[in-house]
């Protein structure tokens, strides 16, 4: 029975994860990040928030710029007035929302 508990919640966080789930460490320094986006290989971070501002009336308290299965992404979290937080992600190349959000 103990087993089957633990499979279970192993499956609901498994399912949890966001399809385009980056590890912190995939995730680009400032430095790199300001070359990225100087280089043209993402859109900026104010582009990023202002695609995402729509459907999230939160506050941005974190964005990451990381690599993904696909290229660069940006990482967001949102906080909602009600306290909610809501992730989402954001194609770097060029400002598509792509999970979450």
Known sequence: MFAKHIIGV????LLARP???VDSQDCLSKEA???AVA???AVPLAQAIHTIRPKNKGEVVRARLCRGADGLVYMLTLLSRSGKVTRATVDAANGN???GG
Request: aromatic share 0%.
């Open 39 to 41: 280089s043209r290989q």
């Open 33 to 35: 990040q300001r070359e």
């Open 97 to 99: 929302v792509v999970g």
């Open 10 to 13: 192993g499956l609901v966080l």
């Open 19 to 21: 399809a385009a789930a």
